[in-house]
Every structure is written in structure tokens, then in C-alpha cells.
């Protein structure tokens, strides 16, 4: 397993697999797990044997938020100033393709950290909320806007002013999560469809990434432009040769990581 104090890191194949692992307090997100987290992200993204990160809590908790017991005593020159959880940010930059497996509570930033990954693949026992409104706040890693974006105002709005959480087939209906599965099934479910994703070409999924995220920070025409540049980009990789000779040779591709 690993050798980190709030995380459990294996890999299977080309899937790395993190566990948040604090879970007497349902896997609060203090700042050394959050750290440990970025680490192993950005190590995974310069290396060329992980094609795909799966992030995943317990049974009962995905994550339960930010850590409150870090946050209490805090005034706004330390929150703003500092900005102690400026490095949360870097996980939402994590350039290998992510899926957040989630089980349980995903509130507050553990709602948040779920968004920063690509698709969220749920149990049926998954519930998802920004209750920050209760502690007399509101959502400070991009519950405001990367939700907007997703599941648009309306159900934000009502997640985030009245506190209250959304049940799997609630966020699925609502377009947060990808896929639901029964919690006996959701390891498999994640597994399957991470394998998919690390078998392609990693500068593809990489580069299809990219693209998609700039439809939440551009204009439709300005997102237009980035994804014809990434894609005419690809025409200059190997991946991109072989993967359409293989198609016309009628063959499996063999990417550059595996020659
Ligand atoms: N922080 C610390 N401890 C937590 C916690 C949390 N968020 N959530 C649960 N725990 C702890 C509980 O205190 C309890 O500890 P002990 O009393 O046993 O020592 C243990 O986990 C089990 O919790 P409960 O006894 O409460 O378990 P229940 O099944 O009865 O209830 C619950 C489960 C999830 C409904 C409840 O624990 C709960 O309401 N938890 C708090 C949920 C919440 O309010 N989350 C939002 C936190 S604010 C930012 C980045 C991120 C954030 C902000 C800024 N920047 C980048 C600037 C994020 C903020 C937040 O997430």
C-alpha cells in the first residue's frame, strides 16, 4: 500500500488508486490529506505507466467537508491573506484523467473535490450537499461555480441556501454524476470504466480533458478555437498515427508508451 499518513494509495494496472483515509472523522479534508492528495495527482501526472486516477472515500463517507476543527478559529487576514486552502486548487489542475467514486457523504468540499474530478460514478448510497450555509459560510473551493456549471442556479442555489443534501438518483437526474450503481457493484463499475480510460493514449485523454474544461471557462466560440487547435495538435503525436493506422489495418493500436 503507501506510505502516506491520511491516504491509501495502491495502483492496478495503469489505474492509481487513492483512498481518503480518515475515517473517525468520515474523512474530514484537513490540509495534510489534501497535500498528500496533490502529490500523488501530480506525480501521476508525469508518469507515463498511470493513464487514469480513481478518488475514493469508505462506505459511509466519500469526504464530509473541509475540515471544521482547521477552520473554526480563523479570521478573514488569516482565510484571505494566507489562503491556507489555496493549494486545493492545484488537485483541480490535475492534468491525468480522474474519477471520483463516491459513496456516502460528498458535502461541502468533499462535494467540491468530487467536481474537480472528471465524472463522478456514485452508489446508490451517495449523497451530495454544500451545507457550508449551516456554519455561517458558504463554499469556498468552487461549490458556487464549478455546480453552476454542472447541474445550473436553480439546484446550486437550492443546495447551496438551504443546506440540504441530494441523493444519487437526484444528482444523476441532474447531470453531477455519470453513472449509478448499487454499492456492491460501485468498485467494479469505477474499475471498468478507469481501465477504459488509462488503455487510450494518455496525450489524447489528456488533450480531451483539456478541451472539455475550457466549455466551463470560455465562450462557446473561444472554446470552439481551443478544442480545433488541441485536436489539429494531436496530428503531430505517434499516438495519433498509430491509432488510425490500427483502425484501417484492422489491428489493436500499440501506443508509444507500450513500443
Ligand atoms: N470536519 C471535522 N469533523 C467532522 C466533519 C468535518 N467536516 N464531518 C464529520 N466530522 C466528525 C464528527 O465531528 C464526528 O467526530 P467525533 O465527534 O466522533 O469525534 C465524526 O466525524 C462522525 O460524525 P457524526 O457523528 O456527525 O456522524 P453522523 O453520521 O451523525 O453525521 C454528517 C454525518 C456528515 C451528517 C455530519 O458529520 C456533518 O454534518 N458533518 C459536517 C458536514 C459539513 O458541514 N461539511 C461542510 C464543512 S465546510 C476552501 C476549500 C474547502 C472549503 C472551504 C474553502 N478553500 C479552497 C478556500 C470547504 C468547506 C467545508 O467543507
Request: charged share 25%.
Amino acid at each position: 500500500m503507501s506510505d502516506y499518513e491520511n491516504i491509501l494509495v495502491s495502483q492496478e494496472g495503469r489505474v492509481k488508486i487513492i483512498q481518503l483515509n480518515r475515517p473517525k472523522a468520515l474523512n474530514a479534508l484537513n490540509m495534510p490529506l489534501m497535500l498528500e492528495v496533490q502529490s500523488v495527482c501530480m506525480a501521476a501526472d508525469k508518469d507515463e505507466s498511470v493513464g487514469c486516477i480513481v478518488l475514493k472515500g469508505s462506505e459511509k463517507a466519500f469526504a464530509a467537508g473541509a475540515d471544521i476543527t482547521e477552520m473554526a478559529d480563523k479570521d478573514f487576514a488569516h482565510m484571505y491573506g494566507v489562503n491556507p486552502f489555496g493549494e486545493w486548487d492545484k488537485i483541480g489542475q490535475t492534468r491525468t484523467p480522474m474519477i471520483a467514486s463516491v459513496s456516502g457523504f460528498a458535502l461541502g468540499g468533499g462535494c467540491e473535490l468530487a467536481l474537480m474530478c472528471d465524472l463522478i460514478i456514485a452508489s446508490t448510497t451517495a449523497k451530495f450537499g454544500q451545507p457550508e450555509i449551516t456554519l455561517g459560510i458558504i463554499p469556498g473551493a468552487g461549490g458556487t461555480q464549478r455546480l453552476t456549471k454542472t447541474i445550473g442556479k436553480s439546484k446550486t442555489m437550492d443546495l447551496c441556501l438551504t443546506g440540504r443534501m441530494m441523493g444519487a438518483e437526484e444528482a444523476e437526474r441532474a447531470g453531477l454524476v455519470s453513472r449509478v450503481v448499487d454499492p456492491e457493484d460501485l468498485d467494479a463499475e469505477v474499475m471498468k470504466a478507469a481501465g477504459v480510460i488509462a488503455g487510450h493514449s494518455k496525450v489524447a485523454a489528456m488533450a480531451g480533458k483539456d478541451a472539455v474544461n475550457r466549455s466551463f471557462e470560455t465562450g462557446l466560440t473561444e472554446g470552439i478555437g481551443a478544442e480545433r487547435r488541441v485536436f489539429a495538435g494531436l496530428f503531430s503525436t505517434a499516438d495519433q498515427k498509430e491509432g488510425m493506422a490500427a483502425f484501417l489495418e484492422k489491428r489493436k493500436p500499440v501506443w508509444s508508451r507500450d513500443q
